[in-house]
């Protein structure tokens, strides 16, 4: 059933919780609302489930606004499941599923067989079959959950409304519960409209968003078009990644580390990393947050080494995707490696292409620098260059760098020397 | 429950409640056999061939006309009350209230004392004048305690309780006061207030059975959506229950059930407290049998409670209120102990 929401506004205690609210979700998809705490979603799934009434603007529910339903035709056509809530503790498990058989039934109608098996259906299809003889009270959180969902079920709906239906359950559950619901859509035909606080949970189930901001659409679409870094940084202010869904492609959200936060009062010294292949995404991280200044070289554009340094505004040196370091970088790379106090050699994957990060790290022990070699993978096979990459480990070993086997004895090591 | 639990549960009960009815009306200062009670009681419902020969026209007298009203008033008392907490308690989600929670209770005691008040002080006396202003300090209490509490058109359920506990207690108050300057009709007021089914007669079920047959009918037809409402008012909303609606339906058949009731007991405590609770420990939470079982129990409970009140320490008669909650709060106490378990609803 088609949901088209037109100018929706809400004010509660003069302040305008939501305004001007326009969006359209389509007959058997799974459409998302997500946003900040307080943005409005919780109050946008209340005024679509009818909890709450406009203040202006319109629903519409398949052909017919959502006003004109009685509330017993409403609860045949749409279902909703809220955070987990704790009601009704000596009812059986069927018995509450039975309750979402009320719309049905006349005021002294008993149960009919036809009404049992809806009822055998919806347990079945929630996995709650062998719960059903139990107490609500006696049920996990998940379990709980899983009865609601099959209640809404029960009512047989065209639309299932859920407002963060898997907060506070583990991962596990969370995936258990919406790839239920996602099945429904997909089988049922069933319209989900849901509101969810993990972005990535978002971007994985469903087919469309509106990413809420202060009452308003700050975005509307398909989850590639919602979840950019630009959108998410912008509205949740705070630094974030999106990258493609490694099996799936969709967009995944990454926590980065923050840029806005007041850091530590500065060290003067400066550090250069070489790094590459996603050696060094987490040594970036600390060693910022620890204070130091700090400069990368050479990276390959869109490595996530590059998309690291580039989101922590670090100065650094890029070469093009998927080439060889020219001479050019290199120059670059050396010319930051002389302002340094301290180069630190990631564990990067050594190919033919950066040999000359190698090769720079021993241009800097040549200059009498400090260089920090970490090594925190002994086994780990990572030069595929048939032994050239080894043999400038062992010269630059050689050439006085300082082993390290951890990142803390590294921290500890700099924290001394600098 | 199973559907053949709940036929044997009922069964039990109306078995019960006849055989309570009938003993009840034997037992007394003048001890009649059972029998012969109940051959009187089927003579007079229009049954000329019971042979009641036999029988004097006195002990006829004193089961039709002084026993029989009695236990028949206090099979409807302690149905109405049971009836209404257990509406109470599923309607306001709240396992303390009961029929007095939301200060029905404190308005007829208030309109029953200023009725004995009054009488004692220039002599204003009519017919059923206690009954009469019970009754109306109920609803007067009820409503303004209803409209006190409504915000925006809705009844948010704490503040109902809370507007109920505020009323209750300044009409306490209005009622103390009234007790300082009460003089000799201090005994009166208090054996009111403390319930009592002494002196009754077929004139008095006259009076409120028709409310409470009425208000049965009411609650007994909501009972699926009080099972609903105990998930919470947005959760009945979801499923289609008119929320709203049902709440304020509810709560003035409710009140109506328990203002008529007490305005021909006095205050009777405990019913609708304790009852409720035993019961659903057997139903279930299951308004549907919980309501009517909760009726029946309480009605065969008050009458036994009144025999107790009237033989044992007779010819001296004890306000019932004081006997239910003698029997009631141990019953309880026993009922939690031996349960070990959490009153929920």
Known sequence: MRITVQNLTFTYADRKVLKEICFDVESGTFFGIIGPNGSGKTTLIKLLSRVLRPGSGLVELGERALNSYSQNDLAKVMAVVVQDTFAGYLFSVEEIVMMGRTPYLGRFQAETLQDYAIVRQALELTGCLELRQRKIAELSGGERQRVMIARALAQQPKVLLLDEPTAHLDIGYQQEILDLVKRLCLTEGLTVISVLHDLNLASYYCNGLVLLAQGEIAAAGSPDHVLTTENISRVYKTAILVSPHPLLGTPTVSLLPSNRASLPQQKKSRIHLLAGGGSAGELMRDLREAGYLLSVGVLNVGDSDWEAARSLDLPLVSEAPFSAITAERHAQNLRLIQQANVVVLAEIPIGQGNLLNLRAALTALAEGRTVYLLEEHLNLQRDFTQGEGQELLAEIKLGGAIVINTKACLYRALAETL | ?345
């Open chain 2, 1 to 345: 429950m199973k559907r053949s639990q709940k036929t044997w549960l009922f069964a039990a009960l109306f078995v019960t409640l006849l055989l309570t009815v009938i003993l009840a009306t034997a037992v007394g200062a003048v001890a009649i056999p059972a029998d012969v009670t109940l051959r009187i009681i089927l003579s007079q419902l229009g049954m000329p061939w019971i042979e009641t020969g036999d029988i004097g026209r006195n002990t006829e007298a004193i089961v039709w006309s002084l026993r029989l009203p009695r236990v028949l008033l206090g099979v409807l008392i302690g149905a109405s009350l049971a009836l209404a907490g257990s509406t109470f308690q599923g309607l306001l989600r709240n396992p303390l209230a009961d029929p007095f929670t939301i200060g029905v209770s404190s308005g007829a005691a208030t309109g029953a004392t200023i009725a004995i008040f009054l009488s004692q002080l220039n002599g204003l006396h009519f017919p059923h004048m206690i009954p009469l202003f019970a009754f109306t300090g109920a609803l007067l209490a009820f409503f303004f305690v209803y409209n006190l509490s409504k915000i925006g058109g809705q009844i948010p359920v704490v503040t109902l309780l809370l507007s109920g506990v505020v009323v209750s207690s300044f009409l306490s108050a209005v009622i103390s006061l009234l007790m300082v300057f009460a003089g000799e009709n201090i005994k009166g007021i208090f054996f009111w207030l403390s319930g009592g089914l002494m002196m009754r007669s077929w004139t008095e079920i006259g009076f409120v059975a028709p409310y409470l047959l009425l208000g049965f009918c009411l609650i007994f037809a909501y009972a699926r959506e009080l099972n609903i409402l105990l998930l919470g008012e947005e959760a009945a909303l979801h499923l289609g229950v008119r929320v709203d609606f049902t709440k304020k339906l509810l709560l003035v058949t409710a009140s109506l059930v328990t203002a008529a009731a007490v305005s021909v007991s006095g205050m009777i405590g405990f019913v609708g407290l304790i009852i409720p609770h035993a019961v659903r420990m057997v139903s279930g939470p299951d308004h549907r049998v919980l309501l009517p079982a909760s009726a029946l129990v309480g009605g065969i409970f008050l009458v036994w409670a009144d025999v107790v009140a009237r033989t044992v320490m007779a010819p001296r008669e004890i306000p019932v209120g004081i006997i239910t909650a003698f029997i009631g709060a141990p019953f309880f106490i026993y009922l939690l102990r031996k349960k070990k378990k959490e009153i929920r609803l």
